[in-house]
Structure formats: C-alpha cells, structure tokens
C-alpha cells in the first residue's frame, strides 16, 4: 500500500489522484480515436470528458457526505477535502451518465453513437481507478483464508477493521473485472446490432461485477439492507441492481426503435 507515491516539498502526489488522472487521460485519448472512426468530433469528446470527470468526481463526493453525515458535523471545509478520501462510485456514475448524455444531446449529436464510443473508457477508466484504491487502501475487502489475500500495514484503513488479518483485494478483483470488460466491448462492438447497445453493456456487465464483489468487501453496518443465507446485501449492491434494470429496459427499447 502506498498512499503517497511522491513527497517533494509542499508537492504531494497521491496514488489515488494519479490512478484517477491515469484513468481520465487514457480514457480520453481511446475515445478520441474511436471518434475518428465513426466521424464524431474529437474536440466533442474532449468536452466530454472534462464535464463527466467533473460530475463524477463531484457525484461521488456528494453521495459519500450524505452517508456518512456524522463525519462531517462541524467541519464544513471537511466536505470539499477529496484529497483525504471519501468517495462513493455510484454517486459518481449516476451524476456523469445524465449529465454526459444531456451533453451529448445539448449538442445536437446521436446520443447513443457517441455513448458507445466512450463505453470502453467507462471499464478501463473503472480498472484504473481501482488500482489508485488498492494503493491507497480503501475499498478494503473482508477477512479471507485464500492464499492471495492481503494483509494491509499497520497505518492503513483497513488496519482498524482488520488489523494483521488477510483480507480479500476486492479492489483488484473489480479491477481485473473492469478490465475484461474493456476487452469484451471492444470485441463485442462488430456485433452489436444498434446504438447504444455498447454503452448499456458496459454498464450492465459493471453493475453485475459490483453485486458478486461486493460480497467479499468491507462495509459499516449501517451499509447493509438485508440478508440472504449467508450473504448480506449493502446499498451499493441495491443501486447496481437497478442499473441492471435500467440497462435491460433500456436495451429493449433500442432493440424495438432500430428494428
């Protein structure tokens, strides 16, 4: 785990916001050229990115501060402090996928067209940033027996959940997830049979990798809604459900408007 990757001065460079950065720039130039393909403007997909970087960020920040309200009463300045850690992804996704596809819209583009050509950045950009997670020590997983379960130093957040306990590298399960689904949509894509179906993919196949990952993640126990046997059910599995439904209702009616 490494929090802090370099420490010059006043200059502090976080492995999160690097992972975060890393996402955004690589995200941006895939997307870019996939616009040159199917004659959408790159400057259009610059924009895009800016905006949904931003409603992400700020989506995320926001969903965190309303569930964890008692962090923050009487420190105000608390909430604008991301460096320090604090956000929700789903928060995020919600806030970027309607702000973006308004965007795309605003601007007089086929909103379905230009969604499928940044779907693949959504997956790469989620692998990324999960790495920034792992490095940074959030996102912990739950106590595990399996060999490849990690155990966080001392100093870490997971240390006072889990202190000298393997525990599962659930930020790097989703990882390696996001990344095949990167790989599958770009395969995926010559097969796609109308627009929009890549975007709504990539967010299906995310939203089903959150719910099975979710089972082997750390939560507070006011996260959880509800037991089934031996798994418990957090909120954030409740909203990847209804992406899941969002993303099959959706599908549906693409599938019906282009035959």
Not at 18 to 33: D, N, Q, S
Not at 46 to 62: D, E, K, N, Q
Not at 78 to 84: D, E, L
Not at 178 to 199: D, H, N, S, T
Request: aromatic share 14%.
């Amino acid at each position: 785990m490494h929090p802090e990757i370099l420490h010059v001065g006043i200059l502090h460079l976080k492995s999160y916001g690097l992972a975060l950065t890393l996402a955004f720039l690589v995200g941006t130039h895939i997307a870019m050229r996939r616009a040159r393909r199917v004659q959408v403007p790159e400057d259009l997909v610059v924009w895009l990115a800016l905006i949904v970087l931003f409603l992400a960020v700020a989506g995320s920040r926001t969903q965190y501060v309303v569930t964890h309200m008692s962090e923050f009463r009487g420190d105000v300045a608390g909430v604008f402090m991301i460096w320090a850690g604090g956000l929700s992804m789903y928060g995020g996704l919600i806030a970027a996928v309607i702000g973006g596809l308004v965007f795309i819209r605003w601007q007089g583009y086929s909103t379905w067209k230009v969604a499928d050509v940044v779907a693949p950045s959504i997956a790469l950009g989620e692998a990324i940033t999960r790495i920034g997670c792992f490095m940074n020590g959030c996102c912990f997983g739950t106590p595990t027996c399996l060999p490849w379960g990690i155990v966080f130093p001392d100093d870490s957040f997971s240390a006072t959940v889990s202190w000298g306990t393997r525990i599962h590298p659930s930020q790097l399960y989703l990882s390696c997830l996001a990344l095949v689904i990167f790989f599958f949509l770009l395969w995926y894509e010559r097969r796609k049979k109308f627009q929009g179906q890549l975007f709504w993919t990539c967010l299906l196949a995310l939203a089903v990798a959150r719910v099975l990952i979710d089972f082997t993640r750390y939560y507070d126990e006011g996260d959880y809604i509800g037991r089934l046997g031996n798994l418990r059910f957090n909120n954030n599995q409740l909203i990847a459900a209804g992406f899941i439904t969002a993303s099959i209702v959706m599908m549906r009616i693409l599938r019906r408007r282009a035959r």
